[in-house]
């Protein structure tokens, strides 16, 4: 017989959603426009200081030439804003 306290596992119902949770927000399609700086950098210059909208961002952006290694649509930098990714 033994006479040892020991700490048995428990299962918790909270502990596992959390962990859940944690692991299905690193899901999914990363951020394209994060994983490049000077994108990032340009669109917020022009949004916030300049007061461009989105969408003139990207179109000036386009119109001017600029070579990012990202391209992405205007819902996707919408979507991103609104996320606060950008």
Do not use: Q, W
Not at 30 to 41: D, G, T, V
């Amino acid at each position: 017989m033994d006479t040892h306290l020991k700490e048995l596992p428990v299962y918790k119902a909270s502990h596992a959603t959390l962990k859940h949770n944690c692991a299905a927000s690193r899901k999914g399609r990363k951020n394209k426009a994060a994983s490049n700086k000077s994108f990032e950098e340009y669109i917020h210059r022009k949004i916030v200081k300049e007061k461009f909208s989105p969408d003139a961002a990207l179109a000036n952006m386009r119109k001017k030439k600029f070579s990012f290694s990202v391209n992405i649509s205007t819902k996707t930098l919408y979507n991103y804003i609104h996320k606060g990714l950008i």
